[in-house]
Nanobody
């Protein structure tokens, strides 16, 4: 069983930046970030292919967030710039144990999940 450990969350003001990190205890393939705000369902944020060559973003974060990975460190990052109050949520890292993922925007395609890290953006 692979463990995912997230870090980097915190409280920032609107317009500022944060970088989230997620380190896996073993080999993973596709990786993604999802978030869940109070009273809302978990939603897709960004995903990255096993090689890092293909990335996907939700429309709400496109142009502001960047996902990247360092396979030597089994780590995926989410650089979040120009943060808005509506980005406030618990952010979850997810990873797949198979190289083929049909739809990286869908949560049930992932096998491993982190415990979540809180991101709060004040106005």
């Amino acid at each position: 069983q692979v463990q995912l450990v997230e870090s980097g969350g915190g409280l920032v003001q609107a317009g500022e930046s944060l970088r989230l990190s997620c380190t896996a205890s073993g080999r993973t393939y596709g990786m993604g970030w999802f978030r869940q705000a109070p009273g809302k369902e978990r939603e897709f944020v960004a995903a990255i292919s096993p090689s890092g060559g293909i990335t996907y973003y939700a429309d709400s974060v496109k142009g502001r967030f960047t996902i990247s990975r360092d396979n030597a460190k089994n780590t995926v990052y989410l650089q979040m710039n120009s943060l808005k109050p509506e980005d406030t949520a618990v952010y979850y890292c997810a990873a797949s144990r198979t190289i083929i993922v049909k739809n990286m925007r869908v949560s049930h395609e992932y096998d491993y999940w982190g415990q979540g890290t809180q991101v709060t953006v004040s106005s």
